[in-house]
């Protein structure tokens, strides 16, 4: 039996030595049916109520470790603890997941799309309903519940995912790229309204950006990844810059001038590197 408190005092996520191999797709690093290590002997652990950022080059296995930590890829070798139990053969039910791509349903309504969760768990529908109506608030949409996901802006669209994931009220949320079709205004409301929720209740939230302004302006610790193959950590940095914080604000001052300076120092080889792999 787990120990309670030693599960209470645990990372929210503790990547262990983790590596993923997959074949290797023809003409990529060789040939088909050959092995691509795209992440290798990665050990890092997530606190509990934190906000890390993971980054680096395009293609380096940040998706990977994002789909390991939810239970949607198993590691080759090495495990993954979540609150200090072993993550084995099923999916993370202590985390919310939102994808970079759009995952609503076209053919049900914003209160629809953020009931379908509470739906599955087989919530009573009154209670669901109530529930879903007051997330949408929270993110701006009151009013909104009757539309379909094409009468929504992006913006919006990526409210609605939003409140769909957190009305389950995860313990964890992983987030892969959420904001990077957006245009750069909505961009920087979505962000900051991301913060708002997160100062709220304190997830522990692990974010995928190839943007180093959006990791740093929003981070607790930034984690920087090397290029691939054979991904792992190279370096990570503690983010001490004052919250409550407005993205845009945060981004005009010296001390993260001074952080994205040092940061990008180490990132920019590795994304050379991967650049120059991607051209192959």
């Known amino acids: 039996m787990v120990d309670a408190m030693a599960i209470q005092s645990a990372p929210a996520i503790a990547f262990k030595k983790v590596t993923c191999c997959f074949p290797k797709a023809a003409g990529k690093y060789g040939s088909a049916g050959e092995i691509y290590t795209a992440v290798k002997d990665v050990s890092l652990e997530i606190k509990d109520g934190e906000f890390v950022s993971v980054v680096g080059p395009t293609g380096c296995g940040k998706s990977t470790l994002l789909n390991v930590a939810a239970g949607l890829i198993r590691p080759t070798s090495g495990t993954i603890d979540i609150f200090g139990a072993s993550l084995v053969g099923g999916t993370n039910r202590e985390a919310g997941y939102m994808f970079q791509a759009e995952s609503l349903m076209a053919w049900r309504t914003a209160l629809q799309n953020v009931m379908v969760g509470l739906e599955y768990q087989g919530m009573d529908a009154a209670k669901a309903r109530d529930r879903a109506i007051g997330w949408l608030a929270k993110v701006g949409l009151a009013g909104f519940e009757d539309r379909y996901p094409h009468q929504l ?3 919006m ?3 609605v995912s939003l409140a769909q994931m957190l009305v389950l009220d995860p313990r964890i949320v992983l987030l892969d790229e959420p904001f ?3 245009d750069a205004q909505t961009r920087v409301l979505m962000e900051n309204e991301l913060l708002a929720l997160w100062a709220a209740n304190r997830k522990s ?3 995928i950006t190839h943007d180093l302004e959006e990791a740093i302006s929003m981070s607790d610790r930034v984690v920087v990844l090397s290029a691939g193959p054979a991904t792992h950590p190279i370096a990570e940095f503690e983010i001490d810059l004052p919250r409550p914080r407005d993205v845009s604000e945060i981004r005009l001052t010296e001390q993260f001038l001074k952080l994205h ?7 920019k080889e590795e994304v050379l590197k991967g650049y ?3 051209k192959r």
């Open 153 to 155: 802006s992006g913006g």
């Open 205 to 207: 939230v692990l974010f």
């Open 157 to 159: 669209r990526k409210r």
């Open 180 to 182: 990077s079709a957006l």
């Open 261 to 267: 300076h040092e940061i990008w120092d180490v990132m």
């Open 276 to 278: 120059a792999q991607s």
